[in-house]
């Protein structure tokens, strides 16, 4: 694995120094991740002239999920009690000579800023912009299967949870239920705060999920999935509580199906982001739901959980093959509830089948 | 409610007005919350010269442990693809003829202070520091009262795991179910990750659960914390598994008891945080275990779950009556594992009983 982490960091020494910095700081978490194979709490990298080298403080700890570090890669570990692992690698940096240093200043404090100017008043700050978030967009093929994994996880913990009593059970409950479920089939952790929406919540993007019980006749949307070495996809579902959905129900949901496949469909290399969302909005725009609508159609998926790209409708930029991203349309009725279809999906050519679906849990409406 | 939110917002004008600035931008969510009595994501607080306003994004959302806004403060609520509300903060306090805006600059972002500063190039940004935070250290009866509920919860939820068979399941289920209790009990949510070591684990700050099984004779630490009304407690309990102790099993717990008592009896009004740490650490420094010690003591907590003070060897200040912190001194022998003790109280003068102890499950050295 040490060469796929040296490569990136070469690829990201070349933008680096066409933009004029020779020396990098790399200080968000998804991103040291991404460069060194793991991301130790507050460690920071320092892509140098001649060596990069990761700091970090304290003892090393992790688990399972937390990645391991690339080997060939030096690590630099400050006592527990130091400050800043950002301002010793300014230090670091004008100790090898650097002129400037390009940080990331979408991510690091104005304060922190600050006190690596001022112990290196001589290095040249400059801005390093999203370059490692738009390096991380387009996934190598191990990158992939680890979402391919985390996906199979998600479909199961969903499978069981639908065979389990639910009527009468809180939505706290039956979150905490798949989130346990997702790290008995082998998650490093939930790759997000699992969402359980019953009733008149259903539908509604990001439910935190509350006390409220599930009954006869609600709809219940789910939305949960699986970290898998540190590799996070989702899936979302709706489904009707009780022997048949009412006619409503069945025709809010054709309806957000038929979004949402829209947006499936839209999906190959060269397809700009905003054309997938246009595909699935449209759908729901022309049977008159455009207001209220989310602000995205679905988004990429990796180190985080929610990254670039964005479907939206001003969103710049075109679809490659090899871009994991969601599908996740939605309406929720203020009061009535609603229903939202979410998958994981990999950007493929059309010559190797199209969209390569990872979430594979059945998309019919099922009564439960 | 509502009252107390204004009186912590009027203080904190005073503080601003102080430093000369007459309106300030609240980004950190603790610091909104606190103030606003609610943080949805993304929300900013901006402090007028004539009325507070709380600027967020999108519907709102929300979930019983988010906490209630105050209905005194005014919202303005974002369309959800606007840009930064903390940008659109700054706009606002132009409009309202603001010449200064002190901002947290520890916590905005290069980038955001950037954008803060090209809506509004004539705006005078300066620095409010930690002015929240340590508004913030001495906690109301109100506070307290969410923090010692949580201390109940997460008692109750360590008790029903002790009655369990633990021998020869993993770390990972014992934390997920621990997680599952806080929130069966009435959390909001866990305070924290919780941590669950055994065998050669044990003792360690902040372990991350791994799929080891819980085996005869091992050490077993546990530290975890129910989040109430947003407010964190923690408690840390270290135990042995089977039917007696090793004897260095009963010395190293023994010494880790007097560190931790000692701690919690140096705790009163007016007594430094570097005289709290030193007198558990001494303890330890003492047995000849000063190297691999943590570099605290024990910490703050409140709506964040470690926050001000610190009680550490470096720490300045002095403990008022109604700070919440932790005392949690620990030894781990590398190989063997070890101990630690922790518990969350509320310091309080001699006249009212000394320090208030909130997480009352035993110390003795329990045999599981």
Redesign the interface.
């Known amino acids: 694995m040490s060469e796929v982490y040296a490569a990136r960091r070469a690829r990201l020494r070349e933008r680096c120094n066409a933009g004029g910095s020779a020396t990098a700081l790399v200080t968000r978490p998804a991103n040291v991740r991404y460069l060194a194979g793991t991301a130790p709490r507050d460690a920071v990298l320092l892509l140098g002239v001649d060596e990069d080298v990761l700091l970090c403080r304290?003892?090393p700890?992790?688990?399972?999920g937390?990645g391991r570090p690339d080997e060939a890669l030096r690590t630099h570990r400050l006592?527990?009690?130091a400050g800043d692992p950002a301002v010793a690698a300014a230090d670091l940096a004008v100790a090898r000579d650097a002129e400037s240093l390009a940080?990331e200043?979408?991510?690091?404090?104005?304060?922190r800023?600050?006190a690596i100017g001022s112990v290196a008043p001589r290095l040249r700050l400059a801005?390093l912009g999203c370059a490692v978030e738009q390096l991380r967009v387009v996934k190598d093929e191990e990158e992939i299967s680890c979402l391919r994994i985390g996906a199979e996880i998600t479909d199961q913990a969903l499978a069981e949870l639908l065979e389990s009593i639910l009527v009468g059970r809180t939505e706290?409950?039956l979150a905490?239920e798949l989130?346990?479920r997702l790290?008995?089939h082998g998650a490093d952790c939930p790759a997000f705060t699992t969402s359980v929406a019953t009733g008149p919540h259903a539908g509604?993007r990001?439910?935190?999920?509350?006390?409220r019980r599930v009954e006869e006749g609600d709809f219940l949307s789910v939305c949960l999935g699986a970290a898998y070495r540190g590799y996070r996809c989702e899936i979302g579902r709706t489904f009707v509580i009780g022997t048949s959905p009412a006619d409503w129900q069945i025709e809010l949901y054709d309806l957000v199906f038929a979004s949402q496949r829209a947006g499936r469909q839209a999906l190959a290399p060269g397809v700009t982001y905003r054309a997938v969302d246009r595909a699935a909005r449209q759908v729901l725009d022309s049977a008159g739901y455009a207001d209220?609508l989310?602000?995205l159609m679905g988004h990429g998926v990796g180190l985080e959980n929610i990254e670039d790209p964005q479907l939206?409708?001003?969103a710049m930029g075109k679809l490659d093959a090899c871009v994991p991203v969601t599908v996740e349309p939605g309406v929720h009725l203020p009061g009535r509830g609603g229903v939202r279809i979410d998958d994981t999906l990999v950007v493929r050519p059309e010559a190797d089948g199209g969209p390569e679906l990872l979430t594979i849990t059945t998309k019919e409406l099922l009564a439960l």
Do not use: F, I, Q
């Open positions: 304290g003892t700890g992790g688990r399972p937390d006592p527990g009690s940080v200043e979408h991510h690091l404090t104005v304060a800023h600050r801005d706290r409950h905490l989130e346990r790290v008995d509604r990001g439910h935190r999920p509350t006390d209220g989310a602000p939206a409708p001003a």
